[in-house]
């Protein structure tokens, strides 16, 4: 983070394998303790690991930089990326609490190939990912 602070790019840890828990990378992230570290928060990853959306932006919100919405289903240790809004991830709420913190930083839709199937290929389950996600920012 420090070699980087100059060069005016910023170096953000992803809430993804074995950094999934927002209570590590916030911790980790407090550990480097440099304006410069920042998080990217994959909603899904903190979503498998049990934290709940309150818990995950406690320990990492005021390091968020990007935000990565993806909608799982959990079961038997296996997460497959479902369309948006019709998994177990509560899209809802966590566009509450970054309304909320008055968060305004990037948000970007994730789609894995592993389970294009599910949406009828990558391009619609992006097209429908951006439709919800935009939905559920402009309700009030």
């Given at each position: 983070?420090?070699?980087?602070?100059?060069t005016?790019v910023?170096?953000?840890?992803?809430?993804?394998?074995?950094f999934?828990?927002?209570?590590?990378v916030?911790?980790?992230?407090r550990?480097?303790d440099?304006?410069n570290?920042?998080?990217?928060?994959?909603?899904?990853h903190t979503h498998?690991?049990?934290?709940?959306?309150?818990?995950?932006?406690?320990?990492?919100?005021?390091?968020?930089?990007?935000v990565?919405v993806?909608?799982?289903?959990?079961?038997?240790?296996?997460?497959?990326?479902v369309?948006a809004?019709?998994?177990?991830?509560?899209l809802?709420?966590i566009?509450?609490v970054?309304?909320?913190?008055?968060y305004?930083?990037?948000?970007?839709?994730?789609?894995?190939?592993?389970?294009?199937?599910?949406?009828?290929?990558?391009?619609?389950?992006?097209?429908?990912?951006?439709?919800?996600?935009?939905?559920?920012?402009?309700a009030t």
């Amino acid at each position: 983070a420090k070699a980087a602070q100059n060069t005016g790019v910023r170096l953000a840890l992803e809430t993804h394998d074995d950094f999934n828990s927002a209570a590590r990378v916030g911790g980790v992230i407090r550990a480097i303790d440099h304006p410069n570290a920042a998080v990217v928060w994959d909603t899904g990853h903190t979503h498998a690991v049990g934290e709940s959306i309150p818990a995950a932006w406690e320990a990492i919100g005021p390091f968020v930089a990007h935000v990565h919405v993806k909608d799982i289903i959990r079961a038997n240790g296996v997460t497959p990326t479902v369309p948006a809004g019709t998994g177990d991830v509560p899209l809802r709420g966590i566009v509450d609490v970054l309304r909320e913190a008055g968060y305004e930083g990037c948000f970007s839709t994730e789609w894995e190939p592993a389970d294009e199937a599910a949406a009828g290929g990558r391009e619609a389950a992006i097209a429908q990912y951006t439709e919800h996600l935009r939905g559920l920012l402009v309700a009030t």
